[in-house]
């Protein structure tokens, strides 16, 4: 048996085996151990896929095809039962997460030389909330492709009991830490006693506490951004002429978040939207959105919001750029604009790690370390939402972004021994 550690993520993932018993990621995107999760179907190439960055300068360098993100973000939404169009055929979504973990099997047994006949597979502690039916259906899409790309063998391990293990090796003495990995769709909280001593045990399920997990990350907060800074310029809360109507939203959100924007281009809707722009207030705006279904820039203008987003984690105010919509177009955008927008989902972050710890039957103060992970921890607002529910805490971590990786595969080493 041999075994890799696989963690497939909504913005990114990566895949790793242990060599000379120590884990290593395998090279996925050029020399990268870090991949973008989007596809590419190039329609000049006959449907041909590119995967990660490759994918995303493809569309960028505006060639004919299909660009596909947040690819898990479907899973546990009724997304999965979707189709899209491909070259003139339609697709199942779920095919496509298949065809991207296909390419990271495939690359991780390049790097190693050899088949992978197992894998330990990260998932978050909840893929649907309060839905117990959905999130176990979850589960099985993504056992059932992994095993039709090759994985005979497939054990899953919650994502933050994986960045858990990975930061454990860094702990000399013992803590009671939490572990906070806040990803691109959903965001999970352990509590964990880690320790030197305790990292020769075998058996670790008595260390792990308590677990919560909550469908918010940071698709969410690029949907926010955008509905609060971009999608006014676009339209939205405008009127129409009769009876001063407010413009239908729906456009608006579908465009706003990563996995519906290939469902607004459709004929049907640039038609509906050529009629609301004959019938508004603010006819340029509302053709400023038809203009962007008919172009097919709906991902363009997602990575605008993402990089403004990773902006304001840094700085207090930044322009977002929509040159590629309008000559010298572009919306400003401030953190605190950011963080009025996003605040409610902040909130149920902050209660979320608190009832981690409350369902570990611990005081807050007794909690030695947070522990951020995920490229979302990087966000200020999520950092302060998730200290608050123990802010004796020593807080570590942040701009990791491996964690879950390695630790997936340190457990895929044991696996492999057995």
Not at 305 to 327: D, G, H, N, Q
């Amino acid at each position: 048996m041999f075994a890799c550690g696989l963690d497939f993520g909504t913005s990114n993932s990566a895949i790793g085996i242990v060599r000379d018993g120590m884990a290593v990621l395998a090279p996925v995107d050029g020399d990268k151990t870090l991949i973008p999760s989007a596809v590419f179907f190039d329609d000049e190439a006959k449907g041909r896929a590119l995967f990660g960055n490759e994918a995303i300068a493809a569309y960028v360098g505006q060639a004919e095809g299909r660009l596909m993100r947040a690819l898990k973000s479907i899973l546990g939404s009724p997304l999965i039962d979707e189709e899209t169009v491909l070259g003139g055929r339609k697709v199942a979504l779920a095919t496509i997460v298949e065809i991207f973990v296909r390419h990271l099997k495939e690359k991780a047994e390049a790097f190693a030389g050899r088949e992978i006949t197992s894998v330990v597979h990260g998932r978050p502690v909840r893929f649907v909330d309060d839905d117990e039916a959905a999130d176990a259906r979850a589960q099985q899409v993504l056992e059932d492709i992994a095993h039709r790309v090759g994985f005979r063998d497939v054990v899953f391990v919650y994502e933050p009991i994986a960045a858990a293990h990975h930061y454990e090796r860094t702990v000399e003495g013992e803590e009671l830490a939490l572990i906070a990995d806040i990803g691109g769709g959903t965001s999970d909280f352990s509590v964990v006693r880690v320790g030197s001593r305790r990292r020769k045990d075998g058996d670790r399920k008595q260390d792990v506490l308590a677990s919560v997990g909550v469908r918010i990350g940071g698709t969410d907060f690029d949907r926010d951004l955008s509905l609060a800074a971009v999608m006014p310029l676009l339209g939205l809360g405008s009127a129409l002429v009769d009876k001063n109507l407010p413009l239908p939203s729906a456009p608006y959100h579908e465009l706003a978040a990563w996995a519906t924007i290939n469902f607004a281009y459709t004929y049907r809707n640039e038609r509906a939207l050529a009629e609301l722009a004959a019938l508004a207030q603010e006819p340029e705006k509302v053709r400023r959105l038809l203009d962007m279904v008919r172009r097919r820039l709906g991902h363009r203008l997602a990575f605008a919001v993402e990089e403004a987003k990773i902006a304001l984690s840094t700085i207090e105010r930044t322009a977002l750029p929509l040159e590629f919509l309008e000559p010298g177009l572009a919306a400003p955008a401030t953190r605190a604009d950011f963080e009025r927008a996003t605040a409610a989902r902040m909130e149920r972050l902050h209660k979320a790690a608190g009832d981690c710890i409350a369902m570990a039957g611990l005081d807050p103060s007794a909690i030695d370390t947070i522990f951020l992970t995920g490229g979302s921890s990087r966000v200020p607002a999520v950092w302060a939402a998730i200290e608050r529910a123990a802010p004796s805490a020593r807080p570590v971590g942040r701009s990791d972004l491996r964690s879950v990786a390695l630790g997936l595969t340190e457990i895929a080493g044991g696996l492999g021994r057995s």
